[in-house]
């Protein structure tokens, strides 16, 4: 199947700081993308809608100018997490759609932030 | 807002032992799909489920949807350990909504 790499796996930041997650469509190009966020043992919710090349779409109750998305191209989309804080620690994880295959949705092995 | 709901939050079994797990939606779903996810990882798509009644087989795994397409089950035979995991029933309309998880975990 389609492969979309996350980038970095895992990171940790001093409390303040900014942090980019990049996703990438490897062998595909994804016009859409989305980011997703998972605290432990809970599911994954929606943060936003990545569009190539438009603004992105964000979830009730998502902060847009806490997380900057950035989908600059039809195979990358980043998030950029800004003056990350503790209550921001979390798994991210991005999926992208692939139109060859009836825009079925590929994740990527998602990203650990952990903020201190 | 569409909720997604799964029963049982929790499972704890043997290895051998049958389970099934529940999703219920608050409004009718276009597809449903059924992920595992594993820690650390992201989601891997078991199956998709389209017509109501419609009841799939993938090995041990059975998934049901409802006949009026509101809810589903998920039933593991003779479980393994490598059944352990987070499985999420989501509803894949314009964009991919997850249900609230069952996390099971299979003994030895």
């Known amino acids: 199947g389609a492969v979309v790499s996350q980038h970095p796996s895992w990171v940790i930041c001093k409390s303040g700081t900014s942090v980019k997650i990049e996703c990438r469509s490897l062998?595909?190009?994804?016009?859409?993308m989305f980011w997703y966020r998972q605290f432990p043992k809970q599911s994954l919710m929606l943060m936003a809608t990545?569009?190539?090349?438009?603004?992105?779409?964000?979830e009730q109750g998502v902060e847009k100018d806490k997380f900057l998305i950035n989908h600059a191209s039809l195979t990358l989309s980043t998030l950029t997490v800004t003056s990350a804080h503790p209550e921001d620690s979390s798994f991210y994880i991005c999926?992208?759609?692939?139109?060859?295959?009836?825009?079925?949705?590929?994740f990527g092995s998602g990203t650990q932030l952990s903020v201190l | 807002t569409q909720l997604l709901e799964q029963s049982p939050q929790f499972l704890s079994i043997q290895e051998g032992e049958n389970l099934t797990v529940y999703c219920n939606s608050s409004?009718?779903?276009?597809?449903l799909q059924w992920y595992r996810q594993e820690p650390g990882e992201g989601p891997v798509l078991l199956v998709t489920?389209?017509?109501?009644?419609e009841v799939k087989k993938l090995k041990r795994l059975t998934f049901q949807f409802g006949d009026a397409r509101k809810d589903s089950s998920l039933h593991i035979t003779a479980a393994q350990t490598g059944d352990t995991g987070l499985y999420l029933c989501?509803?894949?309309?314009?964009?991919?909504?997850f249900g609230t998880g069952t996390r099971l975990q299979v003994f030895p």
């Open positions: 989501a509803d894949n309309t314009d964009k991919l909504i």
């Open positions: 062998d595909f190009q994804a016009t859409t």
């Open positions: 990545s569009n190539e090349g438009s603004k992105a779409t964000y």
């Open positions: 999926s992208a759609a692939d139109r060859r295959a009836n825009e079925k949705l590929f």
């Open positions: 489920v389209v017509t109501g009644g």
């Open positions: 409004s009718v779903f276009s597809s």
